[in-house]
């Protein structure tokens, strides 16, 4: 099912820079020689200006000067400006909303609650910054006391990918500040007016706080200018979100300076579907999960591991369920599946589906291009189903799309091997009403993945969990629990208050 009535790129363009500017982005300032095209028509939505890569360094030695002056404030003063930035997200919900639908193509309700998340995570780093604990142990040694003290961390690089354009840097950002770091944003280069409009809005918060110039700052362009701060000595920690491909090359090259890195990459996330599961449930955990967001999401479910006895049930509702599934103008009501986010993510998912032939797979739903006469430029496709005779190279891929693989299984640990046997390790669910297979499944011989859950689907994580996964998803986690020590570094304090000097482990040291 297809929805017409796109809007043309003037009225697309108009609302974009309409929307920035109500966030406090002076058009005159942004507007530059860099195409800069939206998914919803494929058009050019006004050039855009692009950093230089050369002046990161200048970008860098302003921050290292920001952060001198920031980490002096204590953490409940910069928790206040997180506040009131929280103020200025719900006040501005719409019009980001509306800049990440134009910019990513997200439908309004995703990107309303893309929003709702930056929101949510203002609201977990004010609380966090009454909170920076550090523990205290006792000593071996009469008359000592062992701490540990966290401490500011200093300018933190975030880099960003074009599927989630605010919410993974207002994560790293809100915990970021109120550790007592400052920040550099690189966003995708797809989506340049959400970092400015976003940005904008945590200027004010820091402005009207009285912070430093330059804790928060913004460099827009191409993974050259995110290598110039990947490889900047001044830059503490990098963190960055988007394909392995990106975090192979980032993070030897972090590493190499002995900087600290923060990888959040790709996942090939996986159900599994018991023979007591709610098949409702599944349904709608799985049909949100693999065909909202265009499939365009980390979490994004890819694999479906059914038990042989549900399969075939389970594909019939889903097959029927995704010819019900409205694809078009991701602003449009009732639009659930908006575009693909270039033509090149349509040939990758195109060539996963010849490949899932060739290795034995049927193509059961979708899989085609629509609305090319209405939006020629655009890339809306059907999301797909592909049920495969086995675990193929193709499946154990990422293809960044709406392409649901569905494999069987007999038994929960050749199941549970299936999960595992990809290079990644983001998000995984079980369906099921047997307690002991749900307890297996999240148990150390269960999934290997950062994200283990049950009986909902892979996607849509709330902020205060830890948010990131294993093997070549990096390792990192954002977002909630004790995330935030990423952004500090740790000091172990001994403290003699006896008037000896007794040393360690007993050893006499007498002259
Ligand atoms: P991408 O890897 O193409 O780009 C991500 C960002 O990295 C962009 O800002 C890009 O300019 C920059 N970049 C690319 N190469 C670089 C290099 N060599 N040095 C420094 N910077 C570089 O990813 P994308 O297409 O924007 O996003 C989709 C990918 O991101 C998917 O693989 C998805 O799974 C992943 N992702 C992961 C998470 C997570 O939390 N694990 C969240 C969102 C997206």
Known sequence: MSRIDLPGPEILGRQGLAAAAACGVDPATVAGEQSHLSPINGRDLGGVTWSDATTVDDVVTRAEAAFREWRRIPAPGRGAVIKRFGELLTEHKADLATLISIEVGKITSEALGEVQEMIDICDFAVGLSRQLYG????????????????????????????????????????????????????????????????????????????????????????????????????????SATGSSRMGKAVGPRVADRFGRSLLELGGNNAAIITPSADLDLALRGIVFSAAGTAGQRCTTMRRVIAHTSVAQQLTERLVEAYARLPVGNPIAPG???????????????????????????????????????????????????????????????????????????????????????????????????????????????????????????????????????????????????DSWRAYMRRATNTINYSGELPLAQGVDFTV
């Open 135 to 238: 523990t205290t142990s006792v000593s071996e040694r009469p008359g000592h006391r062992l701490m540990e003290t966290w401490h500011p961390l200093g300018v933190v690089g975030v880099i960003s990918a074009f599927n989630f354009p605010v919410a993974v840097w207002s994560w790293n950002t809100a915990i970021a500040l109120v550790c007592g770091d400052t920040v550099i944003w690189k966003p995708s280069e797809q989506a340049p007016l959400c970092a400015w409009a976003s940005a904008a809005l945590l200027d004010r918060a820091l402005t009207e706080s009285g912070a430093p110039a330059n804790v928060s700052q913004v460099v827009v362009g191409g993974p050259e200018i995110g290598a110039a701060l990947v490889d900047h000595p001044g830059v503490a920690l990098i």
């Open 335 to 481: 639009t659930l599946v908006g575009p693909l986010v270039h033509g090149k993510a349509y040939d990758a998912m195109a060539a996963a589906l010849a490949q899932a032939a060739t290795d034995g797979g049927k193509t059961v739903a979708g899989g085609g291009r629509v609305l090319t006469d209405a939006a020629p430029d655009a890339f809306y496709v059907e999301p797909a189903i592909v049920t495969m005779p086995t675990q193929s190279g193709i499946v154990r891929t990422e293809t960044f799309g709406p392409l649901l693989y569905i494999l069987t299984y007999d038994d929960l640990e050749q199941a549970i091997a299936l999960n595992n046997d990809v290079p990644q390790g983001l998000s995984s669910s079980i369906f099921t009403r047997d307690q002991a297979e749900a307890e297996f499944f999240v148990s150390a011989e269960g999934s290997d993945c950062g994200i283990v859950n049950v009986n909902i689907g892979t996607s849509g994580a709330e902020i205060g969990g830890a948010f990131g996964g294993e093997k070549a998803t990096g390792g990192g986690r954002e977002s909630g629990s």
